[in-house]
């Protein structure tokens, strides 16, 4: 399903600022996630855009762990398969189209689950966020994070009630330029 389904849905054409190496500096994956993911871990990077997040995922869970990288963009999987073969990192990321009502990952079950600046994208919030938190182990985690010029404060609480609404449990702020976010455990 491409973005004509919901207008808000960040068209492939971003990509290249996506992956771009300035956006690096700015929002360093590593820096950002190396604290909640570990070498075996199952991660899942949801609405990976063109996988700017996903190879970094990869190479935090290394050979024995996997990346789901999940759009519902068959170009933002595209761009993400081949940013992860020039990273040499493609082995460990399993490309997953999604709809826009359905992440279609009803028998996987994730250590970390990752969702950069796209919830607000979400048609029906509440359902992805029961389905999130289905989809984290116990002791799980979920990165969550919503750009600040998109969401503002009272939405973003309305949101985060949302998420314990689901069963996710706040448990630390994310405070970044331009941001706001929470890591929930389950």
Not at 26 to 48: E, H, M, S, W
Not at 67 to 84: C, G, K, N, W
Request: aromatic share 10%.
């Amino acid at each position: 399903m491409h973005n004509h389904a919901h207008p808000d849905v960040c068209p492939a054409k971003c990509v290249k600022w996506l992956n771009s190496p300035i956006r690096k500096l700015i929002q360093n994956p590593r820096k950002l996630l190396q604290d909640y993911v570990k070498p075996g871990f199952t991660a899942v990077d949801l609405g990976c855009g063109g996988g700017f997040f996903s190879v970094e995922l990869a190479k935090l869970v290394g050979a024995t762990g996997k990346v789901i990288s999940v759009d519902l963009q068959p170009e933002m999987l595209e761009f993400t398969r081949e940013y992860a073969r020039k990273n040499g990192v493609l082995n460990r990321i399993t490309l997953h189209p999604c709809a826009a009502n359905d992440l279609k990952l009803d028998s996987l079950e994730a250590d970390f689950v990752l969702a950069f600046y796209m919830v607000h994208e979400v048609p029906d919030r509440q359902r992805f966020l029961n389905q999130v938190a289905a989809l984290l182990k116990p002791g799980g985690c979920f990165y969550w994070i919503e750009p600040s010029f998109h969401v503002k404060a009272k939405q973003f609480q309305q949101m985060l009630g949302e998420a314990q609404s689901a069963g996710l449990i706040p448990k630390i702020p994310i405070k970044r330029l331009l941001s706001r976010g929470m890591v929930f455990t389950i």
